[in-house]
């Protein structure tokens, strides 16, 4: 089955600074790539995704890079906010299963 | 448009114990899915319905069953409860099981804990 690892598990920043956070799967089947944000106590919401036949995407100050080669995607978050704060989780899925596998979660705090 | 609703949003059982949570998806949403969150980890995949039948269906013992309604609505229903239970369960529903349908739409959750 997939296998989704994710890194750093915690990443501490200040107002302004740049995160990224980065994610590596192991079935080259996988061409669905989706990230959740989970605020303390609320439900994980879909910030982005992108799907395989894409190296890139961008939404106002977040981006994700797909590199389908190295089996790995990351997230970008530009001009970082306070309320950026939460647990930021990557998943994958393959065409067949459709079911996401989710990473262990990046934990970002940016102080202010 | 309707959101994903749990409930409960807090249980406390005891060991041996069976536990019933219940889901309604979001509005125009065929497909439900159940996940385990335990602390400091990102959800793991119980089961999927699909128009009332199982979709599919992660690492976990046959002591966690489910069902699925024809308002779509579902239960995640764990018999024998252990201490490893313990965990957030959260629902999520989509639009179908293909591509860009399978986008997950999450619950806030139901926070078990088994003493």
């Known amino acids: 089955g997939e296998n989704v690892e994710q890194h750093p598990s915690t990443l501490s920043v200040q107002e302004g600074d740049s995160a990224v956070i980065k994610c590596t799967y192991s079935?080259?089947?996988?061409?669905?790539f989706p990230w959740y944000k989970q605020e303390l106590g609320k439900r994980p919401q879909l910030i982005i995704d992108?799907?395989?036949?894409?190296g890139e995407k961008k939404d106002q100050r977040i981006a994700v890079t797909l590199n389908k080669t190295a089996k790995h995607f990351s997230l970008h978050i530009t001009e970082t906010q306070p309320e950026d704060s939460a647990v930021y989780f990557c998943?994958?899925?393959?065409?067949?299963?459709?079911?996401?596998?989710f990473g262990r979660g990046t934990s970002l705090i940016v102080h202010p | 448009e309707t959101g994903v609703t749990q409930s409960p949003t807090h249980l406390i059982k005891t060991r041996g114990q069976q536990v019933t949570l219940r889901c309604s998806s979001q509005?125009?949403?065929?497909?439900v899915s159940w996940y385990q969150q335990a602390l400091g980890q990102g959800p793991q995949f119980i089961f999927q319905?699909?128009?009332?039948?199982?979709?599919g269906r992660g690492n976990f013992p046959p002591r966690f069953s489910g069902l699925q309604f024809p308002n779509y609505s579902s239960e995640l229903n764990v018999n024998a409860l252990e201490l490893d239970d313990s965990a957030l369960y959260l629902c999520?529903?989509?639009?179908?099981?293909?591509?860009?349908?399978?986008?997950?739409?999450f619950g806030a959750g139901t926070r078990l804990s088994v003493l």
């Open positions: 999520a529903s989509s639009l179908g099981t293909g591509g860009a349908k399978n986008i997950q739409y």
């Open positions: 998943a994958a899925s393959s065409k067949g299963s459709y079911i996401p596998t």
């Open positions: 509005s125009g949403h065929n497909t």
């Open positions: 992108i799907r395989s036949n894409v």
């Open positions: 319905y699909y128009r009332e039948e199982e979709n």
């Open positions: 079935d080259s089947a996988s061409n669905y």
